[in-house]
């Protein structure tokens, strides 16, 4: 599966993402806060959110070097959202190294994932693209208030499933849409084909958070094992398996502590309830895809190998295991 997916690859999208530069390009830039970044979460990664912008340009046939800042700067916030979320969870490793909070120290943390996001608005105001700055801007935005509001439904023991997606529309999708809305602006689309690519991208990002919901119960994953357990936050798993087990959900809203309480109970039945719905999500986007490329004005013959990639990439997760 996955050497399709690269074989599907246009090579000037392999180029361009392989050149792609994350270093902080602010001379104002701190070394020691720059050294830090490329330690910790700057490291390795799959580079899916570069690699989406590349791919959703392609398809639209525009140029993927008038891409680079737009697809640097994704990465850029979705790295500085990892800087703070590794605070915030109490993490110890990420990708396989010290996490950025273990190699620094929260407050370092904090303070280089800040200069990231500053450092992302001031290159893209220099490419003069005020939509794209707004749109990024709404980004960061959104992933503000999901931390938020999955901070205070932790805090309040309150769950529900329209919160548990709210906060992967904000915390993933968010990003996911990014990727595709940008190149969907540069192409000058009318305003609701936009919408359709924004479509494209949020049921594409609540289906990547779904199933890495399940990568949480799984001993072949780089995270934290049961990270989320050990903070007292409720995923889609969790709260699919609270939702089977009645007893020990009232023991929980009661105070009880989750992973003190936590057994493989109906644990298989949630993780695939939630695999059913990541599957939803992702023929979602797929029929988001045929509306978008047929109200884009890209010749058929085009349309047939440039979207190849991004029917791999939905038929990927839909095979990913645990």
């Not at 999208?13 to 330690?39: E, F, G, R, Y």
């Not at 995270?223 to 087990?245: C, I, R, T």
Request: proline share 3%.
């Amino acid at each position: 599966m996955l050497q399709t997916f690269i074989e599907s690859l246009p090579p000037e999208v392999l180029s361009t993402l392989s050149d792609l530069n994350l270093d902080i390009k602010s001379p104002d830039c701190n070394a020691k806060i720059n050294q830090l970044l490329k330690n910790s979460v700057l490291v390795g990664g799959k580079r899916l959110r570069p690699l989406l912008t590349f791919i959703m340009g392609h398809l639209l046939e525009i140029d993927s070097k008038k891409l680079i800042p737009y697809a640097r700067s994704v990465e850029l916030v979705h790295a500085a959202s990892l800087s703070h979320d590794d605070v915030i969870d109490n993490a110890t490793t990420r990708r396989g190294v010290p996490s950025i909070n273990i190699q620094g120290d929260n407050k370092m943390a904090v303070l280089a994932g800040d200069f990231l996001l500053a450092d992302v608005i001031v290159d893209l105001c220099q490419n003069g693209k005020l939509e794209l700055v707004q749109e990024m801007a709404q980004v960061i935005q959104a992933l503000a208030e999901g931390e938020w509001i999955q901070h205070e439904a932790s805090k309040n023991k309150a769950y529900s499933r329209e919160i548990i997606e709210e906060i992967a529309i904000k915390k993933t999708a968010s990003v996911m849409s990014y990727c595709c809305v940008a190149p969907s602006i540069l192409k000058n689309l009318p305003a609701g084909v936009i919408e359709v690519a924004r479509e494209f991208g949020c049921n594409l990002g609540i289906a990547f958070q779904l199933i890495d919901d399940t990568l949480d119960f799984s001993n072949h994953s780089n995270k934290d094992m049961l990270l989320d357990l050990d903070n007292g936050v409720v995923n889609s798993v969790v709260f699919e398996w609270l939702e089977h087990n009645p007893n020990l959900k009232k023991r929980f809203e009661d105070g009880g502590d989750l992973r003190e309480i936590f057994t493989t109970d109906h644990l298989d039945e949630s993780i695939q309830k939630v695999r059913a719905k990541a599957l939803s999500h992702l023929e979602r986007a797929k029929e988001a895809l045929s509306v978008l490329i047929s109200e884009s004005e890209i010749s058929a013959e085009h349309a047939e190998e440039a979207k190849k990639p991004l029917l791999n990439i939905l038929s990927f997760l839909a095979n990913r295991e645990i």
